[in-house]
């Protein structure tokens, strides 16, 4: 069974960047495809990014290209989410998922583990 938990929230003004980690336990780390969601009070959970097994691929959604980053370290059995120039809309608890699925999918359907998210608040 994975276990995914999530730490490096904060409360941050608008420009500035945090990482995101995301400690994996459980079986082979590189056998999981892994994904970052985000979830605004009264609002859906969003696709925010996702990698692929090999580290090789990655697809993020409009609202945070050129700003948000992601990616692992299998030594650590991490995966980072970089955000830089963040701003109040971007304000939300972050997830990070995993699936072991060989089709990526940028909907929280298509995961199969989740961790239980850190806050990340923006001030304007």
């Known amino acids: 069974q994975l276990q995914l938990v999530e730490s490096g929230g904060g409360l941050v003004q608008t420009g500035a960047s945090l990482r995101l980690a995301c400690a994996v336990s459980?079986?082979?780390?590189?056998?999981?495809?892994y994904g970052w969601f985000r979830q605004a009070p009264g609002r859906e959970r969003e696709f925010v990014t996702r990698i692929d097994r090999t580290g090789r691929s990655t697809y993020s959604a409009d609202s945070v290209k050129g700003r948000f980053t992601i990616s692992k370290d299998s030594a650590t059995k991490t995966v980072y989410l970089q955000m830089n120039s963040l701003k109040p809309e971007d304000t939300a608890v972050y997830y990070c998922?995993?699936?072991?699925?060989?089709?990526?999918?940028?909907?929280?359907?298509?995961?199969?583990?989740w961790g239980q998210g850190t806050q990340v608040t923006v001030s304007s």
């Open positions: 998922a995993a699936t072991p699925r060989s089709e990526l999918s940028t909907t929280a359907s298509g995961y199969d583990y």
């Open positions: 459980g079986p082979i780390f590189n056998n999981y495809a």
